[in-house]
């Protein structure tokens, strides 16, 4: 004999799907949108994070990845962006980068593509109207990166490390930011920056 469910349990069903949808992050409005997905992290988690939501450090650390050693010519020409300041005072030493600040719908489009070099102390601030999960894919981009996922009050929600140049699988992590930090690839290990830190943006 199969018991039919009661209409209040159906209910109490019903309801606990729709919650979990609820929960189910889509992939935001990143200029950066292709085909395949991604998502970090294992272990490696700050102490202290205030963020409801943090996507813990992958372990072991990704394979290193290779900048292109021939970077094509950028057939329109590199934007002109605002500069800025990221400091990281709960990382060791305090580093501070030198940023610029994607801010526009034309600025987040065209990225980092077509640079073949970033110093040490240099990155790409790319900012949303949103929180919302963001994510990012590296056509036309020479350089291997690491990306920074950071909410609105300042906190790295995640780090995908190593990315390969030149290709157009969708990455994001599944917690939602405000802020995505572009710098070389292996900078926030060297650096001891890691998810649940947080950051001071601007000075």
């Known amino acids: 004999m199969v018991m039919l469910p009661s209409m ?40 202290g994070t205030s963020s ?36 990281f005072p709960e ?14 719908d034309a600025h987040r489009a065209h990225g ?11 990155g790409m601030l790319f900012t949303f109207d949103d929180e919302s999960v963001h994510a990012f894919w590296m056509q036309h981009t020479c350089l291997a990166l690491d990306m920074m996922f950071i909410d609105s009050s300042g906190v790295i929600v995640g780090v995908l490390e190593q990315i390969p140049p030149w290709n157009t699988k969708q990455r994001a992590v ?13 900078w926030t290990r060297d650096h001891g920056v890691v998810p649940g830190q947080r950051v001071i943006l601007g000075n």
């Open 91 to 104: 990382a060791p030493g305090k580093p501070t980068l030198d940023v610029e600040l994607a801010l526009t």
């Open 112 to 122: 980092l593509m077509y640079r073949p070099y970033l110093a040490e102390l240099e």
């Open 52 to 87: 409801s939501c943090v996507v813990p450090l992958s372990e072991p650390e990704a394979p290193a990845a290779t900048t292109l050693e021939e970077c094509p010519a950028d057939p329109v020409g590199r934007p002109v962006m605002p500069h800025s300041t990221v400091v």
């Open 8 to 47: 209040a349990s159906r209910l109490l069903a019903i309801t606990l799907l729709l919650a979990a949808c609820s929960r189910t992050p889509e992939p935001g409005g990143s200029a950066r949108s292709p085909e395949e997905s991604e998502a970090g992290g294992l272990s490696g988690q700050a102490p």
């Open 174 to 186: 599944s917690c939602p930011s405000t802020h995505v930090l572009e710098v070389r690839a292996g």
